[in-house]
């Protein structure tokens, strides 16, 4: 089963789903991606909040 996480459901407005196999592959990718297209560096705190968000799919 993937998993996936929403952009928006972490507070964007932006309609990126990233996908992975586990919680920590979505974890790095969304760690790219926020800091490629929002600019934004990810922070332990915040990506303990961001794994809460992640789906199964
Ligand atoms: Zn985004």
């Not at 790095?28 to 199964?56: C, F, S, W, Y």
Request: some cysteine; charged content about 35%.
């Amino acid at each position: 089963m993937a998993k996936v996480l929403r952009c928006k459901d972490a507070g964007f407005d932006c309609a990126e789903e990233i996908r992975g196999q586990t919680e920590e592959e979505v974890l790095q990718k969304a760690a790219e991606h926020a800091k490629k297209v929002h600019n934004l560096e990810v922070t332990p705190g915040m990506a303990a909040q961001v794994r809460a968000l992640i789906k199964d799919e």
